[in-house]
C-alpha cells in the first residue's frame, strides 16, 4: 500500500478558528451580562446581525454547548421550551478577573 500524507484543509482551520473566536465572543458578553443570566436566543439577538440566520444562530448555539462541555458555562434547559438558561461558571470568572489587563494597568 502506498503512504498517503494527509494535509491540514485550509477550510478546517477557518471552522475551527471561526469556532474559537464565536467561543471567546459568547464567553466575554456571557462574563459581562454576569450576574444577569441570559438565554441563548437572547444571546443570538445581542450578538448577531440578522438573528434569524441560521448560521450564525448555529454558531452560537454550539459556542454554548461547547463551553458548557468544558466547564466554563452553566447551561440551563428548560422542560417546557426549546431554549436554555447560560451563566458563566465560578472559574470562568476567575480565570477572567486573573487574565484581565485592566487590573495590572492601575497598579
Known amino acids: 500500500m502506498r503512504d498517503q500524507r ?3 484543509n485550509a477550510s478546517a482551520l477557518t471552522t475551527a478558528r471561526q469556532d474559537r473566536a464565536t467561543q471567546q465572543a459568547v464567553l466575554v458578553v456571557v462574563i459581562d451580562l ?3 443570566h441570559a438565554t ?3 444571546l443570538i439577538r445581542q450578538m448577531t446581525l440578522r438573528p ?3 448560521g450564525e444562530g448555529d454558531r452560537i448555539e454550539r459556542a454554548v454547548f461547547d463551553l458548557a ?3 466554563l458555562l452553566h447551561r440551563h434547559d428548560f422542560r417546557n421550551r ?3 438558561l447560560v451563566a458563566p461558571t465560578q472559574a470562568a470568572l ?3 478577573d486573573l487574565l484581565d489587563d ?3 494597568e492601575e497598579d
Do not use: L, Q, R, T
Open 34 to 36: 454576569h450576574p444577569i
Open 52 to 54: 434569524g440566520d441560521f
Open 82 to 84: 426549546p431554549d436554555s
Open 6 to 8: 494527509s494535509y491540514c
Open 40 to 42: 441563548v436566543s437572547e
Open 94 to 96: 476567575c480565570a477572567f
Open 102 to 104: 485592566k487590573e495590572d
Open 69 to 71: 462541555g468544558i466547564g
